[in-house]
């Protein structure tokens, strides 16, 4: 049985400081029948174009943005208690690697192409519109430049919220 339920986007009380900034989520993409997935903790949600969108910001050297980049969507899946190794693991290692998710022994659901961890107990399954990679010239405060010793800079995706799949027991 399905453990999920497709909750309305609108009814998601969600603290993106918490969720997002603290307890990190993982970003899952698809690319040639192949999965991979990371640990993000810098993003957030809200409206963009009158849509509900997500946005993540990815570095050029992760192999997930390879999957992101070739996908027309992507998922990101939020975690209840116990899985802190696990997105710790998720943002270390590299799918060029290892098999990130067999190591940590998720398994895969799917919606709408987007492939999602099934552990997880809220899924937001997002539609890519947006892609821009950050440039140096945009920075208005020279200290965050301090994060690009490398010129690493992210790309920015905003992506429209599709659909979330809730648990209905939460941990
Ligand atoms: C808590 C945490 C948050 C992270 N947030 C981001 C992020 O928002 N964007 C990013 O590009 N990398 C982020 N990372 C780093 C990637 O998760 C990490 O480099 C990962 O190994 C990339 O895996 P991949 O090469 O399989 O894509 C974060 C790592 C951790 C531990």
Redo the contacts with the bound molecule.
């Keep these: 049985m399905n453990p999920f339920k497709n909750a309305p986007v609108e009814t998601m009380l969600i603290n993106p400081f918490e969720r997002i900034g603290k307890n ?1 989520m993982l970003i899952t993409a698809k690319k040639d029948n192949q999965v ?1 997935t ?6 957030g949600f809200g409206t963009m174009w009158n849509k509900n969108v997500a946005f ?4 050029p050297q ?4 390879e999957f992101i980049d070739a996908a027309t969507h992507f998922s990101l899946s939020f975690f209840g208690k116990g899985f802190a190794k696990e ?2 693991y ?7 690697d290892s098999d ?1 998710i067999a190591k940590c022994n998720f398994t895969l659901g799917e919606d709408k192409n987007a492939p999602y961890i099934e552990q997880a107990e809220l899924i937001f399954v997002c539609k890519k519109i947006f892609a821009q990679p950050y440039n140096a010239e945009s920075f208005l405060d020279p200290n965050i430049m301090e994060m690009y010793e490398k010129k690493d800079f ?1 790309t920015l995706y905003i992506a429209e919220i599709e659909c979330v799949l809730q648990k209905e027991k939460q941990a």
């Design positions: 990190a991979n990371m640990t993000a903790s810098w993003g993540v910001v990815v570095r992760r192999y997930t943005k997105l710790a998720c943002g270390k290692a590299s799918g060029r990130k992210h």
